[in-house]
Every structure is written in structure tokens, then in C-alpha cells.
């Protein structure tokens, strides 16, 4: 009976995925390691995402969307898509021509001057596949022409007109939407190399610059920031890749950016923050990673863009400052995109924000505070309820005496 009571603790145990089992073994080598190794990047400072998706058992989908995976597919693959649609299509109408003159006859009557064909100098196979691009195309050199003896013909002749048409609309237009993609905005939007750590307003914060090379601005422009790192539940989930928002100025406005020239992004680390009780001792053996987002339209078309960069922990410089890029020229500002990503060390306290806030609170604390004043003060009130009238007052004015004499003592070592 007692062992079938110890027992289930030992045999219950949670089936843990492999991921989870693999990032947990991970974590266990890795804890005896002074160091941490190199972190893999989730976002890559080009902004492509470092994610494979694989086991797709679901592949259907991307044909019901068969647009947009055209126009997700690389450039190379695109050209060849293109040009084996347009090439099938002529093909396959083209014998479709060969085979209605050949079943007519006019391939045996050719030269006849009394034989009316279905499709005048239509001689061959060659011939036929060059009247179906024309046909598709709306060449028409005039040479080869359709006649009006030839009722299979004229339907032929719509039914290839129509769907040339749908095809020319469809390819043109998946062209067209991969030559526009927004994302090419994206390459002069650009992000500082490094993020730095500092203190600015007498509060820690966590700073990157940001900036735009264009003269066209981006419209309704907005940053985003997140901060990714696993974490294990009280219950014991392990969450890999978590991802929380780290506030750089969503509730005052002041993610909304006006991007003219580069701007300089702020995150107060307070106890709100991630960052809150991270010292710079302790940022060196973090795992984790910060992907900033900006966003906003394109003034030139009209479309949405995103630029996306992320910095590691051996990127985020702790008190450090950027260099300033700006300067008031004769009847402009220029901005010097030398300086954009160069900082310059700055004096900052090593110790975490919640260590600094607590440093702080405490120096402006009265300088007369202390746990045994406070313990004179309650044995006063005791004594003075113990005290009667007449002996309260000879007592005040022996203190007033006594502080008169403490007075002058400090008026003379003064």
C-alpha cells in the first residue's frame, strides 16, 4: 500500500515535446557555463525573419492563394513562371489550330485555289502556333486570317481571346504588384548598429536611433518594439521565444514618428519595464533579443510599409550615448549619416534601474530620519503621558535650554 501511494508522483511525470525536452537539456548545460554562447537571432538586422516552416502538411493552401504565393515566390522562379504560362497557352491552342485544319482537310487542299480553309496560309504546325500567338497577342500581321466558313473556328478564335486576356491580366498584374512591393521602401529605412544604455532625465533608459535616407517621407510612421526570450511558467510551461512589448511611448503618443531626420527611440526602463531589475553585470548572461518594427505608408504610393531589425544582447551597449547627426547649416539642417551609428561612453551606474530608483528615494529621505529616532520619539510619548502637567513644562525647558546649548556648540565648530 505505501508504494502505491509514493508511486504515481514518480510515474505520472508530464510527456514534455522534444523541443521543450531539447531547450531544456540546452539550459541545464549551459548553467555551470560562466559565459553564454552566441544567441540565434529570431529577426535579422536585414529584417528577414529566421524561421522554417517545416512539417507543412496543409500545402493546399497556397494554391487557394495562388496570387500571393506567385508573388512571394523569388524572382528567378517568377521569370520562369511566367514565361512557361504564356508559352503553354500559345502551345496549346496552337494545336488545337493544327488539329481543326488537319480534320477539315485544308493541310491536304493546300495550294487549291477553289478549297476555302478554316484559317487562311495556315500550312502547318509552325504556322498554327504563330496565328495562335497572334490571335493571342492581337498581333495580326494579316498574313494568316480567319474565315467565315469555319463556325468551330470563330469559337476557338473567343474562347482563346477570353482566356488570353484573363491570363495577361493575371501574370501583368503579379509583375506589376512584385515590382511595387513595398518592402523594397524598406531597404532606406535604416536602424543604429548598436543599442545603448544610459540615463537620460535622472531615469535609465534603453535607446536605438533610427532614420530615413529617402527625401520622401514615410507617412503615419510608427515604432514598435518587443522583447523575445523564453521563460518557464510557475507551473512549469516552458514558453521558447516569448515575446512581450517593451513601451516606447504607445501611451503618450510618442511612438508616432515624425521621420525626417534620424530620431533617437527611448524606452524608460521602470517597473513596468522588462529591464527593471537587469544590472549590467547580469545583461552580459541574458539570452534574449529586442526586434523593433517600424511601420507606416509609402508618400509616393500609397502602400504600407515595414522595415523590422533586432539587437542582441551583445549589441545593447551599457553607458553609452549616441553621437549627434545634426546640424544648422545656412538656411537648413544636414544631417551626418558618418555619426549615425557611432556612440560615446557616458558616466552611468552599473546597478540596476530598481537599485537606482532605491538609491535615490533614500537620498531624499530627512537627513534626521533614522529607525532609532523614530524609537525616541514613541519613548517620549510614553513619558510624557507618565508626566504630569508641571513636570512637562520643566521638561521643555530644559530641552529648550539644551537646544540653545547644541546651537551655539554648532554655530562655534562652524
Excluded at 496560309?121 to 502556333?129: E, P, Q, W
Excluded at 478564335?157 to 491580366?169: D, Y
Excluded at 548598436?194 to 520622401?216: E, P, T, Y
Excluded at 553621437?323 to 538656411?331: C, D, H, I, K, Y
Aim: charged share 25%; aromatic share 10%; glycine share 6%.
Amino acid at each position: 500500500m505505501e508504494r502505491d501511494i509514493e508511486s504515481p508522483l514518480a510515474i505520472l511525470q508530464p510527456k514534455l515535446p522534444k523541443q521543450v525536452r531539447e531547450d531544456t537539456t540546452k539550459q541545464i548545460a549551459s548553467a555551470g557555463h560562466a559565459t553564454v554562447s552566441s544567441l540565434q537571432r529570431y529577426v535579422r538586422k536585414d529584417g528577414k525573419c529566421n524561421v522554417h516552416h517545416g512539417n507543412v502538411r496543409e500545402r493546399y493552401r497556397y494554391l487557394t492563394d495562388i496570387f500571393t504565393t506567385l508573388v512571394d515566390l523569388k524572382w528567378r522562379l517568377n521569370l520562369l513562371i511566367f514565361v512557361m504560362v504564356y508559352t503553354t497557352t500559345w502551345l496549346f491552342f496552337g494545336m488545337i489550330w493544327w488539329l481543326i485544319a488537319y480534320i477539315r482537310g485544308d493541310l491536304t487542299h493546300i495550294g487549291d485555289a477553289s478549297w476555302v480553309p478554316c484559317v487562311n496560309n495556315l500550312n502547318g504546325f509552325v504556322s498554327a502556333f504563330l496565328f495562335s500567338i497572334e490571335t493571342e497577342t492581337t498581333i495580326g500581321y494579316g498574313y494568316r486570317f480567319i474565315t467565315d466558313k469555319c463556325p468551330e473556328g470563330i469559337i476557338l478564335l473567343l474562347v482563346q481571346s477570353v482566356l488570353g486576356s484573363i491570363v495577361n491580366a493575371f501574370m501583368v498584374g503579379c509583375m506589376f504588384v512584385k515590382i511595387s512591393q513595398p518592402n523594397k521602401r524598406a531597404e532606406t529605412l535604416v536602424f543604429s548598429t548598436n543599442a545603448v544604455i544610459s540615463v537620460r532625465d535622472s531615469k535609465l533608459c534603453l535607446m536605438f536611433r533610427v532614420g530615413d535616407l529617402r527625401n520622401s517621407h514615410i507617412v503615419e510612421a510608427s515604432i514598435r518594439a518587443k522583447l523575445i526570450k523564453s521563460k518557464q511558467t510557475k507551473e512549469g510551461e516552458f514558453i521558447p521565444l516569448n515575446q512581450t512589448d517593451i513601451n516606447v511611448g504607445y501611451d503618450t503618443g510618442d511612438d508616432r514618428l515624425f521621420l525626417v531626420s534620424p530620431l533617437i527611440i527611448c524606452h524608460e526602463i521602470n517597473q513596468q519595464s522588462p529591464f527593471w531589475e537587469i544590472s549590467k553585470a547580469q545583461l552580459a548572461k541574458e539570452e534574449m533579443e529586442i526586434v523593433v518594427i517600424l511601420e507606416g505608408m509609402v508618400e509616393a504610393t500609397g502602400m504600407t510599409c515595414q522595415a523590422r531589425s533586432s539587437y542582441v544582447t551583445s549589441e545593447i551597449l551599457w553607458g553609452y550615448r549616441f553621437m549627434p547627426v545634426l546640424s544648422l547649416e545656412e538656411g537648413f539642417y544636414e544631417v551626418d549619416y558618418n555619426n549615425f551609428h557611432e556612440t560615446y561612453e557616458t558616466k552611468t551606474p552599473a546597478c540596476s534601474a530598481r537599485e537606482m530608483a532605491e538609491m535615490i528615494s533614500k537620498a531624499e529621505l530627512p537627513l534626521t530620519w533614522s529607525v532609532s529616532s523614530k524609537l525616541n520619539e514613541e519613548e517620549e510619548e510614553e513619558e510624557h503621558e507618565e508626566r504630569g502637567p508641571a513636570e512637562d513644562k520643566s521638561h521643555e525647558e530644559r530641552t529648550e535650554q539644551n537646544g540653545e546649548v547644541t546651537n551655539l556648540e554648532n554655530e562655534s565648530k562652524m
